[in-house]
C-alpha cells in the first residue's frame, strides 16, 4: 500500500502490521542490547531507543482507540443508510398499486421485519469486530511499548553500572 497517513484504513493497516510484528522488533533490539552491553558507547543509544520506542508504542494506543471508534462510527453509519434505502424501497412498494400477485403487503411487512433484524445483526457484528481487533492491537502494543521500556531501562542501568 501506498503511506497514506491521513486515510483511516491505512493507519488501521499499519497498526495491524506494527503491532502484529512488534514482539519480533522487542527481541531482535534485546539479542541487539544483549550483545552490545561490553561496547558502552553502542549500548546506550540503544537503550535510549528502546526508551523512546517504548513510549511510541505506548502513545499510538491512543491512536489505535481513537482510529477503531471512528472505524466502528462509519460502519454503523454505512449500516444504517443501506437500511434507511431498503426501508424507503419496501414502503415504496407498499404504496405501489401495480404490485404482482406474490408479493403481498403481508410479505412486505415480513421483509421490512427482516432487514431490521439482519441490519441488528450487522451492527453487533461490526460493534464486536471493531472491539475485538482494537483489543488485539492495543494489547499487543501496550506489552512490547512496557517491553521496549523495560529493556531501555535495563540497558542504560547496565550501562552507568560498568
Known amino acids: ?11 488501521v493497516a499499519l497498526m495491524q502490521q506494527v503491532s502484529g510484528r512488534g514482539i519480533l522488533l522487542f527481541l531482535g533490539v534485546a539479542l541487539v542490547l544483549y550483545g552490545s552491553l561490553e561496547q558502552r558507547s553502542l549500548a546506550r543509544p540503544i537503550a535510549l531507543a528502546c526508551l523512546l ?7 499510538s494506543g491512543v491512536l489505535v482507540i481513537r482510529d477503531a471508534l471512528v472505524l466502528q462510527n462509519q460502519a454503523l453509519g454505512n449500516i ?3 437500511l434507511e434505502e431498503l426501508q424507503s424501497q419496501v414502503q415504496t412498494a ?13 410479505r412486505l411487512d415480513q421483509e421490512l421485519v427482516q432487514i431490521e ?5 450487522f451492527k453487533q457484528t461490526a460493534r464486536s469486530t471493531t472491539a475485538k481487533s482494537m483489543v488485539a492491537i492495543l494489547g499487543s502494543q501496550i506489552v512490547v511499548g512496557l517491553g521496549l521500556l523495560s529493556l531501555g531501562r535495563f540497558g542504560i542501568k547496565c550501562t552507568r553500572s560498568t
Request: aromatic fraction near 6%; hydrophobic fraction near 35%.
Open 1 to 11: 500500500m501506498p503511506p497514506d497517513p491521513m486515510a483511516l484504513e491505512w493507519r
Open 53 to 59: 520506542g517504548g513510549i511510541i508504542f505506548l502513545l
Open 80 to 82: 444504517d443508510s443501506r
Open 94 to 106: 407498499q404504496t405501489s398499486p401495480d404490485l404482482p400477485g406474490e408479493i403481498t403487503q403481508q
Open 117 to 121: 433484524a439482519q441490519a441488528s445483526n
